[in-house]
């Protein structure tokens, strides 16, 4: 079964429109950080934004914020004034602090491919 | 600042041949990833190091496939026999700690088995 399901695997928008990308995630561990991550045309995956599980502040990096939904085990991006930059393959990605051993394990989702159009 | 460094980006062997993956992390940081990258299954965590200490492999295949840090600068992913279904991306990512700090992820290489 999968960990992190982000269930749109594309998206297409306009230029200047707003959208938000979904991500559901299952976990039985206290301490968790969620991730989304951004998948260049170029090839490069560079990071957006952080979410901690036991934060409550709502996490804002630019033009980029999460809507974090704990109780419902789920994490959005809302990326705002979309540019054709946008354009590229969004992650979301689950660290699990486990309560065996203490270590972080990774699992990402499968993507969201989003297309900006001018 | 050259980021994650890997080498080769394009590497192509015959059925059965050993690949050997190479990763230099960015200076200072302290922990190495390594992911595997396919069209179906997405990005799949295969093994990371802490402090040059093998932590976690519970993503690798047990039998053909292992992972080194021999030294700060680098880190190794070798594939023994490597067959057709081992065609993917491998990316290497560093991060400056081994929890909550964001990845620096290579360029990837990509490994195609004929």
């Known amino acids: 079964a999968q960990k992190v399901i982000q269930v749109w695997s594309t998206a297409s928008r306009q230029e200047g429109e707003e959208l938000t990308l979904d991500c559901s995630y299952e976990?039985?561990?206290?301490?968790?950080?969620l991730f989304w991550y951004k998948h260049l045309l170029s090839g490069e995956m560079v990071f957006l934004i952080r979410?901690?599980?036991?934060?409550?502040a709502k996490e804002r990096s630019g033009r980029y914020s999460v809507v974090f939904q704990k109780s419902l085990k789920s994490i959005s991006l809302v990326i705002s004034a979309l540019q054709p930059d946008d354009s590229g393959k969004y992650f979301c990605?689950?660290?699990?602090?486990?309560?065996?051993?203490?270590?972080?394990?990774?699992?990402f989702g499968k993507g969201t491919s989003l297309v900006v159009h001018p | 600042n050259a980021g994650v460094i890997q080498t080769p980006r394009h590497k192509v062997t015959g059925k059965g041949q050993e690949a050997t993956l190479w990763c230099e992390p960015i200076?200072?940081?302290?922990?190495v990833f390594w992911y595997r990258q396919t069209i179906v299954q997405g990005l799949e965590f295969l093994t990371y190091?802490?402090?040059?200490?093998?932590?976690?492999d519970s993503g690798m295949p047990k039998e053909r496939f292992s992972a080194q840090m021999p030294n700060q600068s680098h880190s190794t992913l070798k594939i023994q026999s490597t067959q057709p279904q081992d065609s993917a991306v491998y990316l290497c990512?560093?991060?400056?700690?081994?929890?909550?700090?964001?990845?620096?992820f290579g360029p990837g290489t990509r490994l195609t088995v004929l």
């Open positions: 979410q901690m599980s036991s934060s409550t």
């Open positions: 976990t039985s561990q206290v301490l968790y950080h």
């Open positions: 990512a560093s991060s400056r700690d081994w929890g909550g700090a964001e990845q620096y």
């Open positions: 990605a689950l660290w699990e602090l486990l309560t065996s051993g203490g270590n972080y394990k990774p699992t």
């Open positions: 200076s200072g940081h302290s922990a």
């Open positions: 190091f802490r402090n040059q200490a093998p932590i976690d």
